[in-house]
Each structure stands twice: as structure tokens, then as C-alpha cells.
């Protein structure tokens, strides 16, 4: 401990003394920079050949105060491009080789893998322990932790020399130059090179995140104990995991455990492999393959610390390859055939497509995350096929159907639909059902499917472009179809403001912009009476009494039907009134055949005796009067009591009926 303290204020009086602070004549400027030229033109120059120039610089002056143009100084230079003979004569003008913003000459000579002027170095005082950035061989920036950010990538610079930005001493640059014979020579000088608060990290653990090979063949044998050490949450069998199979073979061979887990997160290798990797797909599935029949088949469903397991984690990763598609990089994205292909591998070798601890789901996972409609139904379908739970509860209280349907409201993604992606929409929701879904679920803030629907079609009435309207509304028209024809209940109460979903619709009438949208309501209308909805509903209401002043008459309303909402909402906007084919008129009719006898008479006779005391349209007043007056056809009669028998899903019973098509379609689309 003495010897290191005393080391350390050796070192540190350099910083005081006088000698580092001389100033450097003009002259030796002016020779200082022909150096730099000379080494420009010939790195390998001897001193011989530059020694009437160095005998002109006086040895009490400062030669390291000098930089070229890319900012270094002439002892970095020197080290910079091996010229050893160079090296000892600065070296022998008693200057301080740790002095430097970045970049100091050790490091330099440590990274390139230059053993003589690292033993020259250290011989001169220089101190492994010293922390700096790098700089080199790029130019250097006054911000040298940014350096990332303003210089551009050198094209004659390698992979080797680009190392972290971090600070660091000596040692973490000849690991990240994958130079073992100076890692070698560092290391047999012992901790004492260590200051007592600096940490020391386990060299493996550096040489494997960097994919230093040779550094990690040697400290396999040199520093076995290390690895079975984890350090800052990761093994090193984590850390070997990322790189290329030979260095998890090689610490497999030498003792490592595969089962370990990260400390916080508690992932497997596996899960490292997929969340953190930047390997191509076939490395990637050879990497699994491997760490599988090592010990990690056993913990296939592992989950980490959020619940999600290798196979969630796989999920995760390809969505994340797929925000690369369009960028030219290395190595290319995974396409969704080498996506499908590990996805299999890993439930054909035991992995569960519905995890073993509550709270998450590999089918919600992609849903949430896969953006491509066409991709998400292929591992939909495979998971599904696998034994995939489609009502598991996750940890935000939705089952995967709420997953894929929430995002209508939460967005605004109808307009950017293509037909494409409508289909496959369409195709996923119809599989998730198929293998069990339930159309009927709750989320954990008591939203269902058909909230989501309607929600939606309240929102898209709203849009003011035609074409835009009608395709988005045979969207949902299609998407309600599929959740009723796997039985969603159309007659559940909807909410305490509107207890049924045909109320709900009038919501719709309220914000129609023009007569053509009621056109929308009729087609939504028609499509729950077809599949079960009861248009006799009758809905208990606080709303106020209908109060005409001119008359001095109180009508207090005594009818709770829909019919009877929607003609109330015609007699407040009665711009959807104005238009000669009467739109208006069709609800009206579509209900005037589908109620039950006493509650459509009991409705009529209310509205009837309104068109006399409250100021409506005559048009309006006239369908109504119309349909009071003039009772149902013997035909009509004999639909509603077919109807009601079918349950009132004739779209899905009245093909066992014995009747011809033109009956059939006459008992299922209630024409007049």
C-alpha cells in the first residue's frame, strides 16, 4: 500500500515541476512541424537522418507543447506509427508521458499492439493505471467524449482501432486491440499498477463483451476463476454469447455454467441473445442451437424479471429488426422467413407459447410489437397451433383480442390502412377466435370489443371525406360481423349512459354531418338485429320531459324504446331531414319491421300524437303518420314471429330453413 501511495506522488510531482511547464521557442515550432513532415512522408526515418534537425531543439524546452495539425503531439506521433527509435530519443528529454487530454502515447502503443514502446514507456514512468479517452487515429476533438458525433467514420481505420469512448486505463486498451502479448506483459507486473479506489473489473468479463479473442484464450488459462465471476449483472458466458460461437465453445470447454442469469433482470443467455445480439439470423439460430443442447433447454420458458420469456424476447427482437428494413446496414435485417424458422425451432425444443408465470403472453407480445399485418397472422397462426392460450390475462389486464383491437381507438390508423393490412387484420382477429378467443372479454378498465367498435365508428362519422368514411366503416361492419358470428352477445349492457348498443348508435345519428351518414347507422343497425340484437329493448332513462312552450303541453316521455331516441334526435337535427330521398326514413322502417307488435304500437301511438303537439318536419311527421295509420302485411307479421324464433340471429339460422332463397333473403335483410 506504501509503495502504491508513493508511486502515486512520484508521478504526481511530475505534474508540479518546472519542466512541464517551459515554454517552446518559435524555432523549435518551425522544426518541431518539418518533423511532422518528415513522418508525413516517411514514418520508418531514422534519428540519423533527422538529427540536424533535433540537435537545433534545446532540451529545456517542452517538445510535447507542439501538436500537428491533427492535434497530437510529436511523442504520440512517433508511438502512433511504431518508429521505436524515435520513441526512446523523446523519451529521453525527461518529458511526462502521462500528460495528455486523450490519447496519452501507452495507450496508443497498447491498442496498436506495439510491445517495444510499451516496454520503453513504462520504463520512462508511464502508469498503466492512468484513465484516458482515445482519440486516435482519427483527429482530435476538444470533446472527446463526443468525438461520435462530429467526426465521421475514417475509411482507413479499422474495427480493431475503434475503441470505447469511455475513460480507461491501459490494460482496457490492449483488450479492446485484442493484444494479448501486451496483455500479457501488463498483467505480470501485478495489482500493483491498481490506485486503491479504482475498481477493479475482471479482465474476462472485458475481453468477451469486446470480443477480443486472443485476449480470451489467454485469460481462460491465466484467470479461470474469473469465469464463473459475475461482475456489473452479466457472466461471461453472457458477454461470450454476442459475439462469435467459438467464444462461448471455449468457455463452455473451460467450466462455464450456461443456466446463470443476469442479477437484476434475471435473463438466461438465451434472452441475451435475442434482446442485446446484433447477429445475423443464421448466427443467431447457431447460437441457440448451441446454448440449447449445453444446459439451456431446461430453461426454454424461463422467465426474467418482467415475465417475458426467450420466446417473448425473441418476439421483441424482430420487431426491433424491423424498424432497420430500409437501411443499408451490418448485417442485414432478419427477415420474417428466418423469424418463423427460429420461432419454430424453439417451440419444437419445449418452449411454451403461453407462459408459465400470470402476467404476459407471447400472442399479446406480438400483437404489441410486430407491425407487419401479413407477419403477425403466420406467428399468430403458429403459436396458436402450438397450444397458445388466447385468453391469458396480462399484466395491463387485456387478453390478446383487446391487444389487437385496442389500438383503433388509441390511434388514428383507419385512414392509413391499406387493403392489405385490412385483410390480415381482419384474418387475425377471425384466428384468435377460431381457437377460442372471447369475443365477450373485459379489460381491466371494463372495455369490451364492442366499446372499441363503436367507439371507432363514433369517431369515423365524424370525417368529412366520403370515400374515406365508407371504407372505414366496412371495416368495422366486417370486424363486428367476425365478433358476432363467434358469439358476441349484441344485447349485454353496454354502459350506465347507454344501456344497449343500439342506443349507443344514436350516439352516431348525434354526429352525423350530412343525411349519407345515416346510410353507415342503417348498415351497423342491421347487422346486430341480424345477429341476435332485440330492437323491443326497453332502456330505463333519467332524461328530462319533452316540454313544448307554445302549447303549454308536458309531454312526459312513456316510451324507452330506440325508435322512439332516434326520431327525438331527427326532430333536433333536422338538417338530416332535408333531402329528397328521405335516408331518415329506412331506420324508421328497419325497426317498424323488426319490433314485436305492442311495443312498436305502443311507440307509434306516442310519436304519432307528438307530430300534433311538438314542431317537427312534415316529412318526418308524415312517415310517421304513415306508419301508424297503416298496418304491417300478413307477410310481415309472419317475419317477425320467424325472427323471434330464430333467436333473432337469422344470419346464422336461416339457411337450416326449409324456405327458397327469396324467402330466406326476404326474413334476413327485412325488406318491406
Same mark, same amino acid.
Given at each position: 500500500m506504501g509503495g502504491m501511495l508513493s508511486s502515486f506522488f512520484q508521478s504526481g510531482s511530475a505534474l508540479l515541476s518546472s519542466a512541464n511547464h517551459r515554454t517552446v521557442s518559435e524555432s523549435t515550432k518551425k522544426n518541431i512541424r518539418v518533423i511532422f513532415d518528415a513522418l508525413r512522408a516517411n514514418p520508418r526515418v531514422t534519428v540519423v537522418r533527422l538529427e540536424a534537425l533535433l540537435c537545433t531543439i534545446p532540451k529545456n524546452e517542452n517538445l510535447l507543447y507542439v501538436h500537428n495539425e491533427e492535434g497530437y503531439n510529436l511523442l504520440q506521433k512517433v508511438v502512433g506509427i511504431n518508429n521505436v527509435e524515435l520513441v526512446r530519443w523523446c523519451l529521453s528529454r525527461t518529458v511526462d508521458p502521462n500528460r495528455g487530454v486523450c490519447s496519452l502515447p501507452l495507450h496508443i502503443a497498447c491498442l496498436r499492439g506495439y510491445v517495444e514502446c510499451v516496454e520503453l514507456l513504462l520504463k520512462h514512468g508511464a502508469r498503466v493505471d492512468v484513465e484516458a479517452r482515445m482519440c486516435w487515429p482519427g483527429p482530435h476533438n476538444q470533446n472527446c467524449e463526443q468525438r461520435g458525433k462530429y467526426c465521421g467514420p475514417l475509411p482507413e481505420v479499422s474495427v480493431v482501432d475503434r475503441s470505447s469512448d469511455k475513460l480507461q486505463n491501459a490494460i482496457y486498451y490492449a483488450i479492446d486491440g485484442d493484444q494479448v502479448a501486451v496483455l500479457e506483459l501488463l498483467t505480470q507486473q501485478g495489482d500493483h499498477h491498481w490506485l486503491p479506489w479504482q475498481h477493479k473489473r475482471p479482465l474476462l468479463h472485458i475481453a468477451c463483451e469486446r470480443g477480443a479473442w486472443a485476449c480470451v484464450k489467454y485469460l481462460v488459462m491465466e484467470r479461470a476463476e474469473e469465469i464463473k465471476q459475475c461482475y456489473d449483472e452479466y457472466y461471461p458466458i453472457h458477454q461470450a454469447?454476442?459475439?462469435?460461437? @467459438?467464444?462461448?465453445?471455449?468457455?463452455?470447454?473451460?467450466?462455464?455454467?450456461?443456466?446463470?442469469?443476469?442479477?437484476?433482470?434475471?435473463?438466461?443467455?438465451?434472452?441475451?441473445?435475442?434482446?442485446?445480439? @446484433? @447477429?445475423?439470423?443464421?448466427?443467431?439460430?447457431?447460437?441457440? @442451437?448451441?446454448?440449447?443442447?449445453?444446459?439451456?433447454?431446461?430453461?426454454?420458458?424461463?422467465?426474467?424479471?418482467?415475465?417475458?420469456?426467450?420466446?417473448?424476447a425473441l418476439i421483441v427482437r424482430y420487431a426491433l429488426e424491423e424498424s432497420r428494413y430500409g437501411y443499408d446496414q451490418d448485417p442485414q435485417p432478419w427477415n420474417k422467413w428466418d423469424m418463423l424458422h427460429m420461432v419454430r425451432y424453439l417451440l419444437q425444443n419445449g418452449a411454451s407459447p403461453s407462459i408459465n408465470q400470470q402476467g404476459n403472453s407471447a400472442l399479446a407480445c406480438v400483437l404489441r410489437h410486430v407491425r407487419d399485418w401479413e407477419f403477425r397472422y403466420d406467428l399468430l397462426h403458429m403459436l396458436l397451433n402450438y397450444g397458445a392460450n388466447p385468453n391469458l390475462v396480462g399484466r395491463d389486464g387485456s387478453v390478446p383480442l383487446m391487444v389487437c383491437l385496442v389500438p383503433l381507438i388509441n390511434k388514428d390508423p383507419l385512414h392509413h390502412f391499406t387493403h392489405a393490412m385490412k385483410v390480415f387484420y381482419l384474418n387475425c382477429v377471425r384466428l384468435l377466435c377460431k381457437h377460442g378467443a372471447n369475443p365477450n372479454c373485459w379489460s381491466r378498465s371494463n372495455l369490451t370489443p364492442l366499446h372499441v367498435l363503436m367507439f371507432t365508428a363514433s369517431e369515423t362519422i365524424s370525417l368529412s371525406r366520403e370515400e374515406e368514411k365508407a371504407g372505414a366503416f366496412s371495416f368495422i361492419r366486417q370486424l363486428l360481423v367476425v365478433l358476432l358470428q363467434h358469439g358476441l352477445d349484441p344485447n349485454v349492457r353496454f354502459s350506465q349512459r347507454t344501456q344497449h348498443i343500439l342506443l349507443s348508435l344514436m350516439d352516431m345519428v348525434q354526429n352525423a354531418r350530412c343525411p349519407t351518414d345515416l346510410d353507415q347507422v342503417y348498415d351497423l343497425t342491421i347487422t346486430l338485429l341480424q345477429y341476435g340484437a332485440n330492437p323491443n329493448i326497453n332502456i330505463s332513462t333519467t332524461?328530462?320531459?319533452?316540454?313544448?312552450?307554445?302549447s303549454s303541453v308536458f309531454l312526459k316521455k312513456s316510451s324507452n324504446l330506440v325508435m322512439y331516441y332516434y326520431v327525438q334526435l331527427l326532430i333536433r337535427k333536422e338538417e338530416l331531414l332535408v333531402e329528397p330521398e328521405q335516408r331518415f326514413k329506412r331506420l324508421i322502417q328497419l325497426y317498424y319491421l323488426a319490433m314485436e307488435h305492442n311495443q312498436l304500437h305502443q311507440c307509434l301511438k306516442i310519436l304519432y300524437t307528438q307530430t300534433s303537439l311538438v314542431p317537427m318536419k312534415p316529412c318526418l311527421a308524415g312517415v310517421l303518420r304513415e306508419l301508424y295509420t297503416r298496418p304491417r302485411t300478413l307477410k310481415q307479421i309472419c317475419r317477425v314471429i320467424v325472427y323471434r324464433a330464430l333467436g333473432r340471429r337469422t344470419a346464422q339460422n336461416v339457411n337450416k330453413l326449409p324456405l327458397p332463397p327469396i324467402l330466406k333473403d326476404y326474413i334476413l335483410n327485412f325488406h318491406p
Open positions: 454469447s454476442l459475439h462469435d460461437l @467459438k467464444f462461448t465453445e471455449l468457455l463452455i470447454q473451460s467450466g462455464a455454467d450456461t443456466t446463470v442469469r443476469t442479477t437484476t433482470q434475471q435473463m438466461t443467455a438465451l434472452h441475451v441473445v435475442f434482446l442485446l445480439g @446484433k @447477429k445475423t439470423a443464421e448466427d443467431t439460430l447457431e447460437m441457440v @442451437k448451441y446454448l440449447l443442447h449445453n444446459g439451456l433447454r431446461e430453461l426454454i420458458n424461463t422467465a426474467d424479471s418482467l415475465g417475458n420469456t426467450p420466446l417473448h332524461e328530462p320531459m319533452i316540454c313544448h312552450s307554445q
